[in-house]
């Protein structure tokens, strides 16, 4: 990839055990985004897909490696990166509006708590929950507090957003309309966004190129598969589309026998720090 | 069950009952019973009608009654340094507790937020909590009567040193466990320390701040009637002993409730505080 907006370069991260003997989650790990990417990363639990996040969000530090974002080194947490995290992790005790404020605030600090309003305001509004804004999180269910999760990270125009399977605890409904919610404003803002998922068809239907990672510990980057989806896709109509199961197949294949076979069968040419990119098409003549 | 009353109403009606009972108990077991054996009229009027009547030295509940309606009727007359208003009793020793226990929170919130922030300095001052937590807070009378020479002000850092430790231990329970999720929501939006402490340590950890406040009230009220005992001259405990030397027991049994009364109406004070600060999740 030529554009790196992201590039993590060969991290590792390892955690103390109780036997003295610390283990390492991953090591040598390295990824490069583009600017404007929506990038899912796969991967079963343990594999250290959340301590990457964490990485890249400033709140975990590597063992070693280095994170670049925007040609700049990340040490610590910063208002260039928003996380979504799986919990919502609103404040309790704040409304919704309060709780978008608060960033707001927080990232520009010198405006008029007017101004503040309006703009938190506006990102509720953006995540469909115009006339909760006064409610406290506990008064709204599991997915107005995942979207005003959304809002408040959208709120203060992040570089990139950063997401911890987002919608992992909401039922399927809510999840459907979350995933459209949050395509929409990606397509639209040309966001650049970072996702941890386990669900395939989460990935499938969001994702630009979806990562995918073996099983931990020692987990590695095993490919970076390029979705062959059409840009435009409808919910209802990209399971009919001739590339959709070649697609699905491949990342199935890798969860159920790869995530755990990779290590002992790496493909011939196989290189940490520039996984090979592969993007699973219907077998048809015009493959190059 | 198909009640109709609600559960509040049966449960007050069954309240007075229970009064009810103890009060005719109450005025049974002290009324006046069969005159003692005959003896002689001199040594009868100085052993008094307890004595010569079989009539119990407590007082019934009548008698108890009617004091009490005295009392409530001039609650705030000041005679002289034994003859005060309950009123007046009972306000010296809130104020005293009002001043120890207002220096106890200026201490104990800052302290508290100190230790549940830093882990080394929960390490550091542990024992010396541990230690000084239960130590009855009158066995610091003499220490501070000998230090302070003031026994007004002894009381007051008796009360102090009561509410300190769980208010304090509340505190630094409450701050270091705030949820790792929102102290990381700060950190992703570079929060600065002072403004996260306020935005978000404080609400966060308040219900557990109030609680302690509220344990600490009531340990402070349970204490200032025995320090008051201790030092004397004013309060409602030197009221107590006071009326004990002079061998009233009515005014010891209204001193008693007056004492219940006021204690709950300042636990409940503290849990409407709690409440107001407790959010839902």
């Given amino acids: 990839m030529s554009d790196r907006f992201i590039s993590i370069e060969g991290i590792a991260r390892r955690f103390p055990t109780r036997s003295g003997e610390p283990v390492t989650i991953f090591e040598d790990l390295s990824l490069s985004i583009a600017r404007g990417d929506f990038v899912c990363i796969i ?70 708590k007017a101004e503040i309003n309006a703009r938190a305001q506006r990102a509720i509004d953006l995540v469909g929950l115009h006339g909760a804004e006064m409610k406290r999180p506990a008064e709204l269910s599991g997915g107005m507090r995942q979207r005003v999760g959304i809002a408040r990270a959208l709120s203060i125009e992040p570089k990139i957003l950063l997401m911890d399977e987002p919608f992992s605890a909401l039922d399927a409904l809510t999840r459907g309309a979350l995933q459209d919610e949050v395509r929409r ?52 109509e990209i399971h009919r589309h001739p590339d959709y199961y070649p697609l699905r197949n491949h990342l199935i294949d890798f969860l159920v026998t790869r995530s755990v076979t990779f290590r002992n069968d790496m493909p011939a040419g196989y290189d940490r720090k520039k996984p090979p990119v592969v993007k699973p098409r219907a077998q048809t003549p015009t493959m190059a | 069950m198909a009640s109709a009353a609600p559960l509040s109403l049966r449960a007050g009606v069954l309240s007075l009952l229970i009064f009810a009972i103890f009060a005719l108990a109450w005025h049974m077991a002290t ?41 409530l009727r001039h609650p705030f007359y000041d005679h002289g340094p034994n003859d005060k208003g309950l009123g007046v009793q009972l306000a010296f020793s809130m104020l005293r507790v009002a001043a120890g226990y207002g220096l106890a929170v200026l201490v104990a919130i800052p302290l508290g937020f100190l230790i549940g922030m830093s882990p080394l300095m929960n390490k550091a001052l542990d024992p010396f909590i541990q230690i000084m937590k239960p130590v009855s807070p009158l066995a610091w009378m003499p220490l501070a009567l000998y230090t302070i020479k003031d026994s007004g002000l002894s009381a007051i850092f008796v009360i102090f040193i009561c509410s300190l430790w769980p208010m304090l231990v509340n505190t630094a329970f409450g701050v270091s466990g705030v949820r790792k999720e929102w102290l990381n929501v700060a950190r992703t939006l570079e929060v600065g320390p002072w403004r996260r402490a306020f935005t978000v340590i404080l609400p966060a950890a308040a219900p557990t701040i109030f609680t302690g406040m509220r344990i600490s009230i009531g340990i402070a009220w349970l204490v200032i009637v025995a320090a008051e005992m201790l030092v004397g001259g004013t309060g409602i405990g030197y009221f107590v002993w006071n009326e004990w030397n002079n061998l009233s027991i009515t005014n010891v049994i209204i001193a008693i409730l007056l004492i219940g009364v006021v204690g709950m109406l300042l636990d409940q004070l503290l849990a409407r505080a709690a409440r107001a600060v407790t959010f839902p999740e």
């Fill in chain 1, 185 to 236: 404003i990606c397509r639209d803002t040309g966001q650049t966004l970072f996702m941890i998922t386990h669900d395939v068809d989460e990935a499938m239907y969001l994702a630009d190129k979806i990562v995918l990672m073996t099983n931990g510990p020692g987990a590695m980057i095993a490919e970076i598969v390029e979705n062959p989806l059409p840009q435009e896709r409808k919910r209802d």
């Fill in chain 1, 43 to 112: 991967g079963h639990s343990g594999c250290g897909k959340s301590t990457v996040l964490n990485v890249l969000a400033g709140l975990d530090q590597p063992d070693a490696g280095f994170v670049f974002i925007d040609g700049k080194q990340i040490t610590a947490p910063g208002l260039d990166r928003a996380v979504i995290f799986q919990s919502h992790a609103l404040l309790p005790w704040k409304t919704a509006l309060g709780n978008v404020a608060y960033a707001v605030a927080s990232r520009w600090p010198s405006l008029k």
């Fill in chain 2, 31 to 71: 009324r006046g019973g069969p005159a003692g054996p005959a003896m002689d009229p001199e040594y009868a009027k100085l052993m008094g009608a307890t004595a010569t009547q079989g009539k119990s030295a407590m007082p019934g509940p009548l008698e108890v009654g009617a004091k009490l309606i005295e009392h």
